[in-house]
């Protein structure tokens, strides 16, 4: 399949596949196996020389060696550069899938331990177990002692791991067990569980909060650990033939790299996906790139399995969605357009295309109009969104007619969050408080500066801004955008002399509708005294 370069030259080979898989995990072939059973195209770029299992042997394209060098393109229509050995391919997909492996380590360091003969890792007990090897574990009272979180919180499935493999041990003919650990975490599911069965097989527990054991190794091999009773304030020794130790578990060294071509998201530690709950548990910030098993976080081996299953079934439900309804259109205006690339540094699903023209492609773009409410020429429109000066005074004029006595306030709301607890209200039979219009946009990021002014020249006595809460904006970026720019109008009503409390910033959930409610009546009392000086002198 590869065409060899001549004369130092590397050679191009262009390669067909609906679908880009970069890994070659347990969870990636897995991913693979589910597509191709589905009909899809699959290729799959390892980053060694790894072999395909026999699942989806000479059922995908299997490329190892591999580094990704460019990513271009959209949803639907991903062009990927490729470095594979000494060739370059260049490969044109629907959709990526990013399943990279995690990266994992010893703690040997936490419990000043070096690796030997005697002190193994978690992974490395797992692979003895995992192929039968464990005639060296078996004998005449062999005691194997298991570290686990110490100084350092081990990572809830890391527990669960370190439990399983406590279990197999005891059930060695003359294995005896002991678990130290400090606050282990057993959030992960069946962990509590395991550790009654572990109990029950025979295996003691020793947890500790302030003084750790100290482990000593001796010259035949064994070690001895002398450790507190945190009751008695004794101090007792137990003398081990094994030690088996936790693990860190963390993103892949190449995967960061990878994330920056692809262009999405990190979460805080570096996994390629941020930590929005809209986003999980496989999507990120652009649209037909997914994410699964050891790239996305920290999951034990059936959790990959089961989120490659997921991810298997996003991507098809994407493909099959890829000739439905777009979503509302956001178009350029070139005569207006300066190429200041405003929109370019704030688009976040990188839908903004850079040519001979600034032009936004309908594929990756979200609809979120953060582009829109930032462009300083003005030369963004949005399909279907009206939160111009005219509407929001129409509303106002409207408002003022109908409740002469009431404050006029003006809400602007994401669809997602303040949209959906609007709903909630009216679907129970509630109505918000009298004086008060409501207008929903698509996003917070969807609300400029010149808006809020707006509603106040319209005639606003007051004006609330809802957003979304920390990590929950499907645009990642639209709240922070939108709490950014409300804070730069409180400076100018400031300026003019207005009373920047007139300007509310809210974060809302989608099921909140009651709070929606409290909070915008909270808002009007607020209003009415700011209306009414003398009335709130008078009360004081």
């Not at 490729?82 to 492996?101: P, S």
């Not at 992960?188 to 009654?196: D, F, N, P, R, T």
């Not at 033939?241 to 693990?247: A, G, L, R």
């Not at 009298?434 to 010149?450: D, K, L, N, Q, S």
């Amino acid at each position: 399949m590869e065409n060899k370069a001549e004369n130092g030259v590397r050679g191009k080979e262009s390669l067909s596949a609906e679908v880009m898989i970069f890994g070659d995990s347990v969870c990636a072939q897995r991913i693979a196996a589910n597509l191709v059973d589905n009909g899809i195209g699959v290729c799959l770029a390892a980053g060694n020389g790894s072999s395909p299992a026999s699942i989806i042997q000479d059922r995908v394209q299997w490329l190892s060696d591999t580094r990704l060098n460019h990513c271009h393109g959209f949803a639907g229509n991903f062009t990927l550069q490729i470095d594979h050995g000494h060739n370059q391919l260049k490969k044109t997909v629907q959709a990526i899938v990013v399943a990279e492996d995690d990266s994992r380590s010893p703690n040997y360091s936490q419990y000043r331990l070096t690796p030997g003969l005697r002190v193994v890792g978690l992974s490395d007990l797992e692979e003895k177990l995992k192929h039968s090897m464990t005639e060296s574990f078996s004998g005449t009272d062999t005691r194997i002692v298991l570290l686990c979180g110490w100084r350092k919180d081990a990572h809830p499935s890391v527990a669960r791991r370190m439990l399983e493999g406590c279990l197999q041990l005891q059930a060695q003919p003359g294995v005896s067990t002991y678990f130290m650990t400090g606050n282990m975490k057993v959030a992960s599911a069946g962990s509590e569980e395991l550790v009654h069965k572990a109990k029950q097989a025979g295996t003691v527990f020793f947890k500790f909060t302030g003084v750790f054991p100290t482990i000593q190794p001796q010259e035949n091999g064994y070690f001895t650990i002398d450790y507190p009773d945190e009751s008695t304030r004794n101090t007792f020794q137990l003398t081990a033939d094994w030690v088996v130790v936790d693990e860190t578990i963390e993103p892949a060294n190449h995967l960061e790299l990878l994330i920056q071509k692809l262009g999405i998201d990190q979460d805080h530690i570096g996994f390629a996906q941020s930590d929005n709950v809209r986003r999980l548990s496989n999507f990120t910030n652009r649209r037909g790139i997914f994410v699964a098993g050891g790239s996305r976080g920290v999951l034990s081996h059936a959790e990959q399995l089961a989120d490659a299953d997921q991810v298997s079934l996003n991507v098809l439900s994407f493909l099959g969605d890829l000739d439905g309804e777009p979503l509302a259109g956001v178009t350029i205006k070139q005569g207006l357009c300066a190429r200041c690339l405003t929109c370019v540094r704030l688009c976040p699903h990188r839908a903004i295309e850079v040519g001979s023209r600034i032009t936004v492609i309908t594929e990756a773009c979200q609809s979120c109009g953060i582009c829109t409410a930032g462009c300083p020429g003005r030369a963004i429109e949005m399909e279907g969104v009206h939160i111009g000066l005219e509407t929001i005074q129409r509303m106002n004029h409207l408002l003022a007619i109908t409740f002469v006595e009431k404050p006029r306030i003006v809400v602007f709301g994401c669809m997602r969050s303040a949209g959906q607890s609007h709903t909630l209200i009216q679907v129970s039979g509630q109505a918000l408080p009298e004086g008060v219009g409501f207008v929903e946009i698509p996003c917070g990021g969807t609300i400029a500066g010149r808006h809020l002014l707006g509603a106040f020249e319209a005639g606003a006595d007051g004006v609330m801004l809802c957003i979304c809460h920390t990590d929950n904006c499907q645009s990642e970026i639209g709240n922070v955008v939108a709490r950014k720019r409300a804070e730069s109008t409180r400076d100018l009503l400031a300026s003019a002399g207005v009373e920047t409390e007139r300007l509310r910033i809210v974060s809302l959930s989608a099921n909140m509708g009651n709070e929606f409610v409290y909070r915008i009546k909270a808002f009007i009392k607020d209003i009415v005294l700011l209306n009414n000086p003398q009335k709130e002198n008078k009360n004081g």
